[in-house]
Each structure stands twice: as C-alpha cells, then as structure tokens.
C-alpha cells in the first residue's frame, strides 16, 4: 500500500498519539463481519445478556493476538510473512494454499453481505446484483486509493457503524443488572457453541496478519512504537468490543425467546422488529450500520489480504531457513529504526500480484451468487476463518520467543499465556465448528 509518509519519530505525547491512531482501528473493524453479527444476535436471542462474558474473553485474546501481529513486525524489523519463512516451507506452503481458497470464498461471502443492506434499504434489485456492484466498487476504490484516503475512509464507516449500533443498543434500554450480572462467567445448557462463536467472533481471522502492512505504510518502523502500537491495537479492539456487545444486547433485548436461524437474513428481521417498536427510522438506522459492517469487512479484506498475497509472491521466491535469513542483524539487534526486509510499502499496491488478487477476490467468485446461497457461503467461510486462527496463535508464539527478534520485543509470561490460551481455545474453536456444521 502506498504510504505518503517516510518512517517517522514516535510520538510522545497521548495527544500526538491518538492523532496516530489508525491500524488498529482497521484491522479489528475489518474483522467483523455479517457472520459475526449473526451469531451475536442469535446468541442474545437464545440466552440474553448471559453470555456478555465471553464477547469480552474474545475481545482479550484477538487484542494479544493483534498486539503479538504488531511487537513481531517493529521487533525483527521483518514481515509476518518472512517470520513464516523462515519457520520453513510448510508454514509458506500452507498460507499460500490457505490465500488462494480462503479469497475464492470470501470474496462472494462479502459481497453478498453488503447486498444485503442494500437491497433492504434501496431495493430495485436483487441481492445478488447488489453483491456484484459492491464488489466492483470495492475494487475500483482499493486500486486506486493511497493508504492515508484509504485509513480516513474506513475510520468514517468505523465510526458510523459504532455509533448506530450503539445507539440502537441504547434505544432498547438494557437491565444494567443483568449486564453486569453476564461479566460472570457460566455455561448454560446447549450454549458452548456460542460461546465458542462469541470468542471468535471479536475482529479478525486472516485479517489480523493484514495489521503489520498497515503499520509500515502509515510509517511505523523499530521497536520505539512498540506503546504506540499496544495503544492502537488496543483502542481498535476496545471499540469492537464495545461493538459486538451492543449488538449481543439488542439480540437479548429485542428477539429474546425467538428461535433464529443463524442466517444472514435474521438481521434483516432484527431490523423489522427495530421498525416495528420504534419506527422506521430505527430500522434505517440499524441497516446503515450493517452497511457500513460489511463495507468495512469488505474494503479491509480487499486491501490488506491483497497485501498479504502480493508478500507471499514475494517471499515465497527466498530461500528458507535460518541459513538464508535476510537483514538478520536487524533482527538479532533490533535497532530502533529497524526496516522491514525486503517489502515495500510504497511499490506493493502497484504490484501485478496485488491487482491479480483484488480480481481474484471480486471476479471469480461473482460465480457462486447465482447459487443464491448467501448463508452457506457463511457457513464455509466461517470454517475457513477458524481455520487460521490456531496457526496465527501457534506461529506467533514460535516467532515472539525465538532469537529471531529483539530482546525486546520477546514475548513475557503474560503474552505467552494469552497466546497460548488462544490458539488453543480456536483450536477447540475450529473442531467444535466442523462437528456442529458437517457432523
């Protein structure tokens, strides 16, 4: 992604800093998504605000996973992507196959969840058309957007789609005693699965390794941002927490009881119901927010996965191993002004690789909304996602205490333990998701 500013001087001040804040913000927003809305509001639906623990558990883990994503790129002045390198060809192998059918998915997936706001806002066409136009959009906008115009975009619907659905969490006058009462943490009969979807469902899947690109075109480079990048990251998933509770709140406060489906379309009836006890206006409200949901899932996924693809045609061409380690005294050191190995930010959205992939993400999968299968697109996206997650927190955790990165940026008991705690609880994440779809 081009970036209009030249690696900078941390700030020091906590003005200057929230005036830097924006990586952050993109990858936890970029994270979530219809599929994640839905099963909020299905859990609110079935078990009302008990569950409120576990969107905070979710919130927790994705911080010290986005927090790990950050600390590893400014402390071994490298990529993600290098980091996997050098972990050997079966961690490169596994993400390149991983990308290709991953994108093939989720491109019709995302698409066709911006369809459906649009569709139920402005009619006139069918959702699968829509989708489409979203689609096409989204590539005409990434291709030609610099990363400044592309953050401050995205920052607009972040905040548009946060400020609505709060709002309408607002609106429905929760029992603070009863939230309160959801911090504690208890299973309910026939409520792991969504418990299970609440913690996986706080802002990432692939996303998240989109974070360190990020970070280097808004000129983030050395361990010197490592607080800046600890404030932003956290900043992002504060707000997507606050987020994904506003939403479980409305799911218990206005479909409490209701046997949902968990489809795209139940937020379509929430929506309805919004309507029918407010007005019109409060189903228009929630729909913008929607929209603006799963544009930012949309445009995030096409820029920084986008980016992710066009690092990998780039490393997969290195040697691998210890051995053909590149910039490895940046590395072993860790200087504060460290740079990144081999990517750069200013050349990668220009790339054949990037633009092969926007097209791979927006064309091919047009294909598969004939099907008209909105929700199984989700189910198997949502298999996909939790997919990465486990090797994400694995791979992390290889990387952050190895002698790859800086003495400072090494991972302490505290990362550690959130780390490990979250690839083991997306493991257990994943298999339960297989079982529950397929078994």
């Known amino acids: 992604m081009t970036s209009d500013i030249a690696t900078k001087?941390?700030?020091?001040?906590?003005?200057?800093?929230?005036?830097?804040?924006?990586?952050?913000?993109?990858?936890?927003?970029?994270?979530?998504?219809?599929?994640?809305?839905?099963?909020?509001?299905?859990?609110?639906?079935?078990?009302?605000?008990?569950?409120?623990?576990?969107?905070?558990?979710?919130?927790?883990?994705?911080?010290?996973?986005?927090?790990?994503?950050?600390?590893?790129?400014?402390a071994s002045g490298a990529t993600l992507l290098d980091g996997w390198r050098r972990l050997g060809y079966w961690a490169t192998v596994f993400f390149g196959v991983y990308i290709v059918i991953w994108g093939f998915v989720?491109?019709?997936?995302?698409?066709?969840?911006?369809?459906?706001p649009l569709n139920a806002l402005f009619g006139g066409l069918s959702?699968?058309?829509?989708?489409?136009?979203a689609g096409v959009v989204g590539l005409a906008l990434v291709w030609m957007q610099r990363y400044q115009v592309f953050e401050k975009f995205m920052t607009v619907l972040v905040l548009i789609k946060f400020v609505s659905v709060v709002s309408v969490a607002f609106l429905v006058s929760p029992d603070l005693g009863a939230l309160a009462n959801g911090l504690v943490p208890r299973l309910p009969?026939?409520?792991?699965?969504?418990?299970?979807?609440?913690?996986?469902?706080?802002?990432?899947?692939?996303?998240?390794?989109?974070?360190?690109?990020?970070?280097?075109a808004k000129g983030w480079k050395g361990i010197g941002w490592l607080s800046m990048m600890r404030l932003d990251n956290a900043v992002g998933?504060?707000?997507?927490?606050?987020?994904?509770?506003?939403?479980?709140?409305?799911?218990?406060?206005?479909?409490?009881?209701?046997?949902?489906?968990?489809?795209?379309?139940?937020?379509?009836?929430?929506?309805?119901?919004?309507?029918?006890?407010?007005?019109?206006?409060?189903?228009?409200?929630?729909?913008?927010?929607?929209?603006?949901?799963?544009?930012?899932?949309?445009?995030g996924v096409w820029n920084g996965v986008s980016l992710l693809f066009t690092d990998w045609t780039r490393t997969i061409r290195l040697p691998h191993g210890d051995k053909a380690e590149i910039g490895d005294e940046a590395v072993t050191?860790?200087?504060?002004?460290?740079?990144?190995?081999?990517?750069?930010?200013?050349?990668?959205?220009?790339?054949?690789?990037?633009?092969?992939?926007?097209?791979?993400?927006?064309l091919p999968p047009m294909g598969l909304l004939f099907f008209d299968r909105p929700f199984a697109l989700t189910l198997v996206y949502g298999v996909l996602g939790a997919a990465f997650m486990p090797f994400l927190g694995i791979t992390l955790i290889m990387l952050l205490n190895s002698r790859r990165i800086a003495p400072?940026?090494?991972?302490?008991?505290?990362?550690?333990?959130?780390?490990?705690?979250?690839?083991?609880?997306?493991?257990?994440?994943?298999?339960?998701?297989?079982?529950?779809?397929?078994?």
């Open 106 to 116: 989720y491109g019709a997936t995302a698409m066709s969840a911006v369809g459906l």
């Open 237 to 299: 998933y504060i707000m997507t927490a606050i987020f994904v509770i506003a939403m479980l709140i409305v799911g218990a406060e206005i479909l409490l009881g209701q046997d949902l489906t968990e489809s795209d379309s139940g937020l379509l009836t929430l929506g309805t119901e919004l309507g029918a006890r407010y007005g019109d206006w409060a189903r228009i409200l929630f729909l913008v927010g929607f929209l603006a949901v799963t544009t930012t899932s949309l445009l």
């Open 9 to 74: 001087t941390p700030p020091t001040g906590f003005g200057a800093k929230i005036r830097q804040l924006g990586p952050g913000l993109l990858a936890a927003a970029t994270g979530v998504g219809a599929g994640d809305l839905v099963a909020t509001m299905v859990a609110g639906a079935r078990f009302g605000t008990v569950l409120l623990w576990a969107a905070v558990l979710g919130a927790a883990l994705k911080l010290a996973l986005g927090e790990g994503v950050g600390r590893w790129n400014l």
């Open 333 to 362: 050191s860790g200087p504060a002004t460290a740079t990144v190995t081999g990517y750069e930010a200013t050349q990668a959205e220009r790339s054949v690789p990037f633009r092969a992939y926007l097209l791979w993400l927006t």
């Open 408 to 439: 400072e940026g090494r991972s302490g008991w505290l990362s550690n333990t959130l780390l490990t705690a979250a690839s083991a609880l997306f493991f257990v994440l994943l298999v339960a998701d297989l079982i529950n779809r397929f078994g």
């Open 127 to 133: 959702v699968r058309y829509w989708a489409m136009i």
């Open 189 to 216: 009969d026939g409520s792991v699965i969504y418990v299970l979807g609440l913690i996986g469902g706080v802002g990432g899947t692939i996303t998240m390794a989109a974070y360190g690109y990020w970070m280097i």
